[in-house]
């Protein structure tokens, strides 16, 4: 998908009939080019049809922590 970068499915480990996928992309353009397509609209059909519920989010990065190594931690 234009603008995308890796996308990613998880899943939850206390209910694993619940899955998360997200990916960084280059900006909320993007996310609403992709979801305004026919495409899209294919691909997360076949998604419902296998799901008992499904919510589409868009999130923006709101902060960003260093992990200890990138602070000079020792």
């Known amino acids: ?5 890796t996308m990613r499915l998880t899943r ?3 209910d694993p009939g619940r899955f ?5 992309w ?3 353009e993007a ?3 992709w979801k305004a397509s026919d495409e899209f609209k294919e691909r997360i059909g076949r998604v419902k049809a ?3 519920e499904f919510t589409a989010w868009e999130f ?3 902060a960003t ?8 931690a020792g």
């Open 26 to 28: 280059e900006g909320i």
């Open 20 to 24: 998360f996928s997200f990916a960084p």
């Open 31 to 33: 996310i609403q080019g």
């Open 60 to 62: 923006e990065l709101a």
């Open 1 to 5: 998908m234009p603008g995308a970068e």
């Open 12 to 14: 939850d480990v206390k």
């Open 65 to 72: 922590v260093p992990g200890r190594d990138a602070v000079g």
């Open 50 to 52: 296998h799901t008992d």
